[in-house]
């Protein structure tokens, strides 16, 4: 079955300090894979997406996810933190050719806390 | 660009009565739509794909006769949730896929949410 798995529920990351968070997906073939953000009671905004080539992906804000094929994860990562990051994280896997307009399967979201 | 909106953000109703949300891709085409449904803490859950000109499909254990989806035009997929009693509280948010150019690779814009408390 296609799922996306978060370990981490809550973390709590001093201001300035490296961020990661995992990430790993089960899928039936490559998908094409999402990083999301949330805001306390509002939508989710687009960090950064892989679809192909480059395994390293950009994405807003600084930050940028590392796609391993070999580990089917795809982790997100900031080299320092702001407060205003604080906010919930959201992975997602999406369709591959010929499945355009499968929706995402997301996973159940990592809350990142800021401290200073 | 790749905004969507949705109308209104946040909607406080009586039992028993209906409200309707609107999804609107503001700056593109969207031949397809989700709505999903996320409650305190959670994930979002998928409840239905819609797409436009045609029946929206559900998810398993969504009820299409209480949560209708109309999409009538590629910029616009409404949500009339029916008959709306408190377990009905909840966030809903739509997402529409902007379609690449080549057609394989797609990405889904969200909109804002809406708030929905049902008394």
Redesign the interface.
Known sequence: AQSVTQPDIHITVSEGASLELRCNYSYGATPYLFWYVQSPGQGLQLLLKYFSGDTLVQGIKGFEAEFKRSQSSFNLRKPSVHWSDAAEYFCAVGPTLGQAGTALIFGKGTTLSVSS | GAV?S?HPSRVICKSGTSVKIECRSLDFQA??M?WYRQFP????M?MA?S?EGSKATYEQGVEKDKFLINHASLTLSTLTVTSAHPEDSS?Y?C?A?L?GGT???????????T?LTVL
């Open positions: 969507v949705q031949t397809t989700f803490k959670q994930s979002l998928l794909t797409n966030f948010i997402s896929r379609a057609g394989i690779t797609d990405t889904q814009y969200f909109g804002p949410g708030r």
